[in-house]
T-cell receptor, first 117, second 112 residues
Framework: AQTVTQSQPEMSVQEAETVTLSCTYD???????LFWYKQPPSRQMILVIR??????QNATENRFSVNFQKAAKSFSLKISDSQLGDAAMYFC??????????????FGKGTHLIIQP | DADVTQTPRNRITKTGKRIMLECSQT?????MYWYRQDPGLGLRLIYY???????NKGEISDGYSVSRQAQAKFSLSLESAIPNQTALYFC???????????FGPGTRLLVL
């Protein structure tokens, strides 16, 4: 079974600085999809960024970028110029099939990101 | 208006009661999911539906049942609620050009 590991239960960063959240995963598949979701106190699950394993280029979305290391099975999220609104739980997720297939997404346990003003 | 809605948003019930959580979507996606979130455990899959005729059990389906009434509606039932089913429940749809999962706002359930 696939597993997703987020080794940092909590991270803290000063406003305007850069922070990196770690995620590793275990799979025997060669093609798969990786996601970062943000869950603010409102508890809504918000897609931050998406990466397809067959694409070598790292995905970016404004201040959010990933460092995808396929051989190392690592998928870290970098948040630049951190803002107070970035404070949330961040979940890394994996699926071998587009959209999730019959097994849905496999989630890590999350990293609680604190932004210090 | 939100593309994926869930009702109720919060629910308190007693052990042994039957309850239903409802999910509706306007995204036109065929695939719908129910997940459960417990503190410190991330989200885990309860049930998945590919379309109105296709329902599949997920990792933690025991104690739950589902009904796909239409493409847009997917309901989760707890036949006899127990306290360890206290959790945050999410409905999600999957589709679109990016084949992404889109989540509802969640239902917080407390079983006393």
């Amino acid at each position: 079974a696939q597993t997703v590991t987020q080794s940092q239960p909590e991270m803290s960063v000063q406003e305007a600085e850069t922070v990196t959240l770690s995620c590793t995963y275990d799979t025997s598949e060669s093609d798969y999809y990786l996601f970062w979701y943000k869950q603010p106190p409102s508890r809504q699950m918000i897609l931050v960024i998406r990466q397809e394993a067959y694409k070598q280029q790292n995905a970016t979305e404004n201040r959010f970028s990933v460092n995808f290391q396929k051989a190392a099975k690592s998928f870290s999220l970098k948040i630049s110029d951190s803002q107070l609104g970035d404070a949330a739980m961040y979940f890394c997720a994996y699926t071998p099939l587009p959209g999730g297939g019959a097994d849905g997404l496999t989630f890590g346990k999350g990293t609680h990101l604190i932004i210090q003003p | 208006d939100a593309d994926v809605t869930q009702t109720p948003r919060n629910r308190i019930t007693k052990t042994g009661k039957r309850i239903m959580l409802e999910c509706s979507q306007t995204k036109g996606h065929d695939r719908m999911y129910w997940y459960r979130q417990d503190p410190g455990l991330g989200l885990r899959l309860i049930y998945y539906s590919f379309d109105v005729k296709d329902i599949n059990k997920g990792e933690i389906s025991d104690g739950y049942s589902v009904s796909r009434q239409a493409q847009a509606k997917f309901s989760l039932s707890l036949e006899s609620a127990i306290p360890n089913q206290t959790a945050l429940y999410f409905c999600a749809t999957a589709g679109g050009p990016q084949e992404t999962q889109y989540f509802g706002p969640g239902t917080r359930l407390l079983v006393l």
